[in-house]
Each structure stands twice: as structure tokens, then as C-alpha cells.
């Protein structure tokens, strides 16, 4: 039997949930594989506070780089989360030869390059199962038993504090700010939830899978990020009347060789399993052009689920598994789609003043800049108020959008700036 010697910088809620899980199946991990995980060493500033797990206080130490330097230390477990620091760590352990597991999103999504060349120098391997969907094992997928497929599309909804919102905003039929107060009181959202709700932490996520799917580090910035703050539940409402409902969702995918990316507020049709999924869970939906589609759903946060898939990650390291840095540099530049260049459906919902010529004046402004309409719809207001119109479009282009909306906004007619956000049809 093989013992591994694991160290863990980060004691917080995932590093208890680690050691929980370890503590509590590794007896069973090692008959599955052959190989014994024990805590060698954990890393905090605070090591005295009760953590809900029972450790010998001999391992705790508030210094993380005798951890890293520890020649009994097999794996790394980076779980302070941030930027500046972990990133340190993280170099310092691969130099080292030491593999590291990581769950830290923004990490990889801001630092990613530097890092998975690193581990590829050194032969050590980077493993971030964790850092996308929790407990989802989504990445495994993509890396292993989608290895056969070219990735036509992926969509995800990824961020469980967006999700809980919107799913109480559409089954209450309560205000953004209200359901967000409420969910910070819970602990569902952070204080300040600005990661969250301005689709931060979404992106962050969504470029380690498009990293992974496409074999080359993407930047934050070839995405078009666009959070839920502020969301009106009048909106929810025409959506559901239309058959949709509304989700916070990372769309990536490759048209004409070129990979498109977003994170924006999308009407997902009724009908479609995205739409199903609720609450605090995750999804993410992949289109392989062997497999077709396919769907990874599960609890994409929280002690235990993220915990899990840092165990996996920990074990495949164990077992001398090399990590997938390579893969990631396959590419040094993904040939992506300028943002003004994608085309997409829209939902339209103006504010009009009551008079015959106003819808006349909307769809001239959109047909000038090449936008179709697909449907619309006009709610019924008392003589003489503003009235809400809903336009479904066709497929235009991003610029063609962003140009009509300033000519609409100006037009006498409308009142208020126009809401606009993506349908989302699933063609692959």
C-alpha cells in the first residue's frame, strides 16, 4: 500500500471539507486504489478556531512555504483562494516537482498561462477539477471521456447564488435587491456579492472550460460580461409568457472556426433541460460532434461538493497522473470571435409612448440596421401611459444591435433605456 503525504495551504471551508472527506474515506480510497491519503501538513493564519474536524495540532502551522518545502510533502492543496499570493504558492510548489490541486477559479482564469507552462517545465501537474462546478466532475468529462470529440458548443450555468436569485425572483415573484438581501442573510451570496451578480465569477469559470475545450489559456478579456444586477421581475415575467425563462449563462462555442464567448442574462426555452435546473445548482450542457449532447448537473459549490472534487483530484495526483498542462498549451493564440461579431437573437422590451406611429418608428430603426423581428408583443395599458413592448428578434450582429439601441433610446417615443438581452436557442 502507497502512502501519500498531502499538504493543504487554506483551512477555510472547502480545506475543512477536504480533510473531512478524508479523514472519513480513506480507508475506502485506498482499497479502490491502492493508494493511502494522509494529512501530512496544513497551512493558515488561523489555526485555532474550530473547523468541525478533529486534526492532531502538531500538523497546523500558520506558514505556508514549510509546507511547500517540506521534502515529505507529496501534493499541494491550494485553497486560500486570490491572486497575488496563491499564485506564488502555486509557482513554488511546481519548481519544487511537487503536483498541485487547486480549486481557485480566478487564479487560473488570470494566471493561467504562466502556471500550466510552468507545471510543463517542471513535469509537476496542475489538477483544477474543483474550480468549475463544484462537485460536477465537468472537466474530467471534457479532458477524458469527450477526448474523441471536437467541442461545437458549451453552456453553463455556473454560478449558484445567480441561479438562487432568479429562481426566486420567477417563483415569488420578488425584486432583485429584496431575494438578494435574503440571500446574503443566508449565506447563499457574499457581502459585497459583486463577483457574483456582475458575472464575474461566471467568467472566471468559463474560461477554464473554454481553456480546456479549445487547448489554449483564454483571457478574461474575450469574453462579453454582463451580470443580473438590477434585473427587473417585469422582465421575468415576459420571458416566462414567452416560453423562456432567464438564466445567468456562460455561452462558448465555435462558428466558422472562430470561438465565440459570453456571459450575459439569456431567455433559455421552457422546454430545454438548462431551464430545469434551479436553486443553488449548477449545469453545464456540452455539444461533441461525435457524442452530441450532454448534460453535468450537480451542487457547484459548498464544503463538501467542492470538497469531493479536490479528493479526486488529489488521488489522481497520487497516482502520478500528469495533469493536463500540456493540453492547455496545445494552441498559443484560440482564433477568437470579436465581440461585435457575433450574431445572436434578442429580447427587446421599450417603454412607448401611447400614439399610433411609435412601433412604426421601432421597427424602422431596427430594419435600417438590419435587425428582423421575429414577434412582439404589447401589453394593454389605460389611454395616454407608457406602454411596455416586447420584440423577439431574428439572428443580427452584435454592432448592428449596439448602434440600434442608442438610435432608439433617442427617439422621442421611447422612454427609458431599452432592455436587451440574448436568446439562447441551442443550435449547436
Not at 428582423?372 to 406602454?387: D, L, R, T, Y
Not at 427617439?411 to 436587451?420: E, I, Q, W, Y
Request: charge should be negative; aromatic fraction near 6%.
Amino acid at each position: 500500500m502507497k502512502e501519500v503525504k498531502i499538504g493543504i495551504l487554506g483551512f477555510g471551508t472547502v480545506g475543512a471539507g477536504v480533510v473531512e472527506g478524508i479523514l472519513k474515506n480513506g480507508e475506502l480510497m485506498a482499497q479502490r486504489t491502492g493508494i493511502f491519503p494522509k494529512i501530512g501538513k496544513i497551512a493558515d493564519l488561523d489555526i485555532k478556531s474550530d473547523r468541525g474536524v478533529k486534526v492532531d495540532k502538531a500538523i497546523l502551522t500558520t506558514d505556508a512555504l514549510s509546507v511547500i518545502n517540506d521534502p515529505e510533502i507529496d501534493v499541494i492543496v491550494e485553497l486560500i483562494g486570490g491572486v497575488r499570493i496563491a499564485r506564488d504558492f502555486v509557482l513554488r510548489a511546481l519548481e519544487n516537482g511537487k503536483p498541485v490541486v487547486t480549486a481557485n477559479k480566478a487564479l487560473l482564469a488570470e494566471a493561467g498561462r504562466e502556471l500550466f507552462e510552468a507545471s510543463a517545465k517542471s513535469g509537476a501537474g496542475l489538477y483544477f477539477e474543483a474550480s468549475v462546478g463544484g462537485g460536477i466532475p465537468v472537466l474530467r468529462a471534457l479532458r477524458d471521456g469527450l477526448v474523441g470529440n471536437r467541442i461545437k458548443s458549451m453552456y453553463g450555468i455556473l454560478n449558484g447564488t445567480c441561479n438562487y436569485i432568479l429562481t426566486r425572483m420567477e417563483r415569488e415573484g420578488l425584486d432583485f435587491d429584496a431575494v438578494l438581501a435574503d440571500a446574503q442573510k443566508l449565506g447563499y451570496a457574499e457581502t459585497p456579492p459583486d463577483l457574483d451578480i456582475d458575472g464575474i465569477d461566471t467568467a472566471h469559470k468559463a474560461v477554464v472550460l473554454a481553456s480546456l475545450a479549445y487547448g489554449a489559456p483564454v483571457s478574461m478579456d474575450a469574453f462579453t460580461i454582463e451580470g443580473i444586477r438590477g434585473l427587473s421581475h417585469r422582465e421575468i415575467e415576459y420571458a416566462g409568457e414567452l416560453g423562456y425563462r432567464i438564466k445567468l449563462l456562460a455561452a462558448i462555442r465555435e462558428v466558422n472556426g472562430e470561438i465565440e464567448m459570453r456571459v450575459e442574462p439569456s431567455l433559455v426555452p421552457k422546454k430545454h433541460l438548462l431551464a430545469s435546473v434551479h436553486d443553488a445548482y449548477n449545469a453545464v450542457f456540452i455539444e461533441g460532434d461525435v457524442v452530441g449532447s450532454t448534460l453535468y448537473y450537480g451542487r457547484g459549490a459548498g464544503r463538501l461538493p467542492t470538497a469531493s472534487a479536490v479528493i479526486g483530484d488529489i488521488m489522481e495526483a497520487a497516482a502520478g497522473k500528469g495533469g493536463c498542462s500540456a493540453w492547455l498549451l496545445n494552441h498559443k493564440v484560440l482564433p477568437v470571435c470579436d465581440a461585435k461579431n457575433i450574431s445572436i437573437r434578442c429580447y427587446l422590451r421599450l417603454s412607448l409612448k401611447d400614439q399610433p406611429d411609435v412601433i412604426a418608428q421601432v421597427a424602422h430603426v431596427l430594419g435600417k440596421n438590419k435587425i428582423s423581428i421575429a414577434s412582439m408583443i404589447q401589453k394593454e395599458q389605460n389611454a395616454g401611459e407608457q406602454v411596455p413592448v416586447v420584440f423577439l428578434t431574428h439572428k443580427a450582429l452584435e454592432k448592428n444591435y449596439a448602434v440600434a439601441m442608442e438610435e432608439i433610446e433617442a427617439l422621442d417615443v421611447v422612454d427609458g433605456k431599452p432592455v436587451r438581452m440574448a436568446i439562447e436557442d441551442f443550435e449547436g
